[in-house]
């Protein structure tokens, strides 16, 4: 009887791990059909953030993590905006940013990409709404002191990454970036041909 028992749990953590595996899948599918679309995978994180924004609006509590993800976030941020292969630590065969006006354009290659970057932030947002559920997480602190001490923290940081751009001469951002398009040549091409 008891090599019956073991054969009915076998089959059953068996169709929970194929279950699991199926959900896995169906997850991936639509994670990778959102890849493209990142200005409405942000709207949809900046909705979650609104909806975070309220729970501990509402419960005027929460502090802690909300420190805790305002960390999160600005290690994310950090590797959002760093190069790929810094060229301050290591030099390489690689691609590496330009240093001289010389020097051949290569392109800026993030360490943490945008749609990791976005994962990331969406998966924190995600946890510590669910945290916030939790009332063993509601650990009472002086919430200025958190929030003066994570300001410094950022500009700080924010200070030593900025001048890491200006020494080795990276924009991280697309802001003001020339962009080239196709349409101008094929548009003097026909005009051209019109004549």
């Known amino acids: 009887m008891e090599g019956v028992g073991g054969d009915d749990s076998s089959t059953a953590a068996g169709a929970l791990n194929q279950r ?19 200005l409405y995978r942000w709207i949809g994180a900046s909705i979650l953030v609104f909806v975070f ?20 976030i600005l290690n994310l941020l950090i590797g959002f905006l760093s190069p790929l292969v810094d060229p301050e630590l290591e030099p390489s065969d690689g ?10 354009f290569k392109p800026f290659i993030r360490r943490l ?15 510590a709404l669910f945290m916030t559920f939790f009332s063993v997480f509601d650990v ?5 002191i958190l929030l003066c001490y994570w300001i410094v ?8 990454q900025i001048m890491h751009m ?23 091409a026909s005009s051209s041909r019109a004549d």
């Open 153 to 160: 923290l950022f500009v700080l940081t924010m200070k030593r």
């Open 166 to 188: 200006i020494k080795y001469r990276y924009i991280p951002l697309n802001i003001g970036k020339q962009k080239y398009s196709g349409k101008k040549a094929s548009a003097s």
């Open 113 to 127: 990409p945008e749609f990791k970057f976005w994962y990331a932030i969406t998966k924190a947002f995600c946890v």
């Open 20 to 38: 699991r595996h199926e959900v896995s899948k169906l997850f991936q599918y639509y994670l990778d059909k959102s890849t493209p679309h990142a």
């Open 95 to 104: 691609p590496m940013l330009p240093t001289k006006g010389s020097d051949e």
């Open 140 to 144: 009472p602190v002086f919430w200025p």
């Open 53 to 72: 924004a309220l729970r501990i609006y509402y419960a005027q509590g929460f502090y802690i993590i909300v420190y805790g993800l305002g960390i999160y």
